[in-house]
């Protein structure tokens, strides 16, 4: 069933690819309601930037939730395991076995709190600053590799958007 439009709801501009040829070149494969569906095309979205992101950072082996934990690490010295886990949105125990690979690799490591020896403050060594700094050298190349796909100004608008609903 067709979405019902107001007069004031223009049909959306990716409408025009709404069919597009199987790589077979057999038939019209179209993706019907989905169209009308903004978590299908963030989803879509979300993997093309990944999977660009995976092979950028593949230089110095590290995973986008790696170079993810490293920088908020790198930016917010001190920070326990708790507070990394709930400001980056990942599971407590998926954060224990990500926090224990970069610790074997020498790129980060876990204090006793002077305040509270229950706490662990998270902190890089110097081996993980420096593959941090070449880290974050590639994630600059990415970003204007997105900005140049997407066009600088709908890269500005859906950065400052995401933004709003997400972070402020």
Do not use: C
């Not at 995973?63 to 990942?90: C, K, M």
């Not at 590639?138 to 709003?164: C, Q, T």
Request: net charge positive; no cysteine; hydrophobic share 45%.
């Amino acid at each position: 069933m067709t979405p019902v439009r107001s007069r004031r709801q223009p049909a959306l501009p990716f409408r025009r690819a709404a069919a597009t040829r199987r790589s077979t070149g057999s038939a019209v494969v179209t993706l019907d309601t989905l169209h009308d569906h903004l978590g299908y095309f963030v989803r879509r979205l979300q993997v093309w930037i990944f999977q660009d992101f995976i092979r950028t950072l593949k230089r110095v082996e590290l995973s986008p939730a790696q170079f993810s934990v490293l920088v908020v690490i790198n930016a917010n010295r001190g920070l326990s395991q708790a507070e990394l886990a709930a400001t980056l949105g990942i599971e407590r125990a998926r954060l224990a076995r990500l926090l224990h690979r970069l610790q074997r690799r020498g790129l980060m490591q876990r204090l006793k709190s002077p305040a509270d020896g229950r706490r662990h403050a998270l902190q890089l060594t110097g081996e993980g600053r420096a593959l941090l700094a070449r880290a974050k050298a590639l994630a600059v190349r990415h970003e204007r590799r997105l900005s140049a796909k997407l066009g600088a100004d709908r890269y500005h608008m859906l950065l400052a958007a995401l933004h709003e609903v997400l972070v402020d």
